[in-house]
C-alpha cells in the first residue's frame, strides 16, 4: 500500500521541505488556503495549517466552533459533548480504554487525540473521514455516542437565540449541519501541539533534552525503527499499518479493509501522532495497552504475528536501559511546552 519512509538518519529538514513543498503546490493549485505561516501562531516545529478553501477560518467561527465542541446540547439527552471524549485535561482523549456514549454505551475503539488533527490526511483510526468538516457529523449521528439526528441538532440549536445570531454572523444562515461541521473543524485547527524539548533541541538548544531523552531520540530514528511510520513534523507518516495489535481477539477489528475492502490492509490502522502521547494513555486503537512502556514492549517483541503484519514491524532486541530511553524520549521529549489547554466557555441560551 503505502511506502513507508525507509531511512534512519536524523533527516528533519528534508522533510520539513517537502512538507511546505506540498503547501505550497497545494496552494498554487487552489485546493487550499493558508491561515497561517510557521511564523505566525503555529507552535515552533509545526508546519503551516492549511485549510478547505470554502471553510476559511475567522475568529468569530472559531469561537463558535469551541462552544459547539464543548455543548452537550448536541446529543440526545444533552449529557455528552465532543469534549467528553476528546477532553482538554486528558490529552483531548477520555484515558478510558473505549469511548463512553449517551446512555453509557460503549464503543469498541479508544479516542484519539484531536492534537493537530489539522494536519491529518484522513480521520478516525480506519481514515473513513477525508476532511474535519465531514468528520464532525459523525460522532453527533453515532448511536452509541451523541445519538441525534442531523435535523434533531439543527432544530434544536435553532430555538437558541445565542446561536442563531452567531450562526447569521458568521455564515449568513440560520444553524444548518454544514454550518456546524464547518465551525467546529475550524475550532479543531486551532488545537497544536508543537514546541517540545525535541523542536528546541531541533533548532540548537542542546541542554533541552536529558541524556537520556537524547539516546532515547537516537534510537527512535534508529534501531527502535519507529520513524519509518512516525515521520514528519507530526510524527506520522498518515498511512495505515497492521502493527500487530489486537490480532488475538475474538472479533478482530479489520480496522483499514472495511474501508478499502483490500485484504491486505487487514487490522490496519493510521499512524497517530506521537506529540504530547504522555498524555493520552492508555494506547492503541483498542486501548490495550495502558504504559508506554508497554507500547515500547510491544514493538520490541515484533508485535503479535498475524499474515498481514506490517514489513517494519519486527523484534527490535533493544537492552532494559535502551526501552526506559525510548519512553523517556517520548515522554519527555514530544511534550509541548505549551499545551493547547482549552477551557469549557459559557454557553449560548
Ligand atoms: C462517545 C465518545 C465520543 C464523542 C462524544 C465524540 N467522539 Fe470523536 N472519536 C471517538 C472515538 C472512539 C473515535 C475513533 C473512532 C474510530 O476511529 O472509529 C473518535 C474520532 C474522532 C476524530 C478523529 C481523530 C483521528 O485522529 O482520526 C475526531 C477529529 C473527532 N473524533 C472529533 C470529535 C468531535 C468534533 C466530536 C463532537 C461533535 C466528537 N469527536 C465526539 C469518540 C467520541
Ligand atoms: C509499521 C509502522 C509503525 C512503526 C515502525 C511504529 N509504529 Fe507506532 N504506531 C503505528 C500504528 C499504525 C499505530 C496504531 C496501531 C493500532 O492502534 O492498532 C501506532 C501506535 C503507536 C502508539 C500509540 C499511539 C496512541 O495514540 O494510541 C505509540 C505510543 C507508538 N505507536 C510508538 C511507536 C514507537 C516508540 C515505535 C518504535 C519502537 C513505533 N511506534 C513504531 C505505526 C508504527
Not at 440549536?157 to 445565542?162: C, M, S, T, Y
Not at 531520540?217 to 489486537?246: E, W
Request: with cysteine; aromatic share 8%; glycine share 10%.
Amino acid at each position: 500500500m503505502d511506502q513507508p519512509q525507509k531511512q534512519f538518519s536524523l533527516h528533519f529538514t528534508g522533510v520539513a521541505a517537502m512538507t511546505a513543498m506540498l503547501a505550497a503546490a497545494m496552494l498554487a493549485a487552489g485546493m487550499v488556503s493558508a491561515r497561517a505561516s510557521a511564523a505566525e501562531g503555529v507552535p515552533r516545529g509545526l508546519p503551516a495549517i492549511t485549510e478547505p478553501a470554502e471553510n476559511p477560518s475567522t475568529p468569530e467561527k472559531i469561537e463558535l466552533g469551541k462552544q459547539l465542541y464543548f455543548d452537550p446540547r448536541l446529543s440526545e439527552d444533552a449529557t455528552i459533548s465532543c469534549a467528553s471524549c476528546h477532553d482538554p485535561a486528558k490529552g483531548y482523549s477520555n484515558a478510558e480504554q473505549f469511548a463512553t456514549g449517551v446512555g453509557g454505551k460503549k464503543g469498541g475503539r479508544n479516542s484519539p487525540t484531536i492534537i493537530n488533527s489539522a494536519y491529518n490526511r484522513f480521520h478516525f483510526w480506519d481514515g473513513r473521514a477525508d476532511s474535519l468538516e465531514e468528520q464532525a457529523l459523525g460522532p453527533i449521528q453515532n448511536p452509541i455516542e451523541m445519538k441525534m439526528s442531523l435535523d434533531g441538532v439543527v432544530e434544536r440549536l435553532n430555538k437558541i437565540e445565542g446561536y442563531q445570531k452567531q450562526f447569521q454572523k458568521v455564515f449568513g444562515t440560520d444553524v444548518t449541519s454544514e454550518g456546524i461541521g464547518k465551525a467546529i473543524a475550524a475550532f479543531e485547527r486551532t488545537i497544536l501541539a508543537g514546541d517540545a524539548p525535541y523542536d528546541a533541541y531541533q533548532e540548537g538548544e542542546k541542554d533541552a533534552l536529558s541524556e537520556s531523552a537524547q539516546r532515547g531520540m537516537t534510537l527512535f530514528f534508529g534501531k527502535g525503527h519507529c520513524s519509518a511510520c512516525h515521520s514528519g513534523p507530526n510524527f506520522t507518516d498518515n498511512a495505515f499499518h497492521n502493527i500487530g495489535v489486537g490480532m488475538d481477539a475474538k472479533d478482530v477489528d479489520k480496522g483499514r479493509q472495511v474501508v478499502s475492502k483490500l485484504e491486505g490492509d487487514s487490522g490496519s490502522f493510521k499512524t497517530p501522532t506521537l506529540r504530547d502521547i504522555s498524555r493520552t494513555a492508555p494506547y492503541m486503537h483498542d486501548g490495550s495497552m495502558k504504559t508506554l512502556s508497554e507500547v515500547v514492549e510491544h514493538y520490541n517483541k515484533g508485535g503479535i504475528q498475524n499474515p498481514y503484519l506490517d514489513e517494519e514491524i519486527f523484534p527490535l532486541n533493544l537492552t532494559q536501559q535502551e526501552k526506559d530511553d525510548l519512553v523517556k524520549f517520548l515522554e519527555e521529549g514530544l511534550t509541548s511546552r505549551q499545551y493547547p489547554d482549552v477551557k469549557k466557555p459559557e454557553l449560548p441560551e
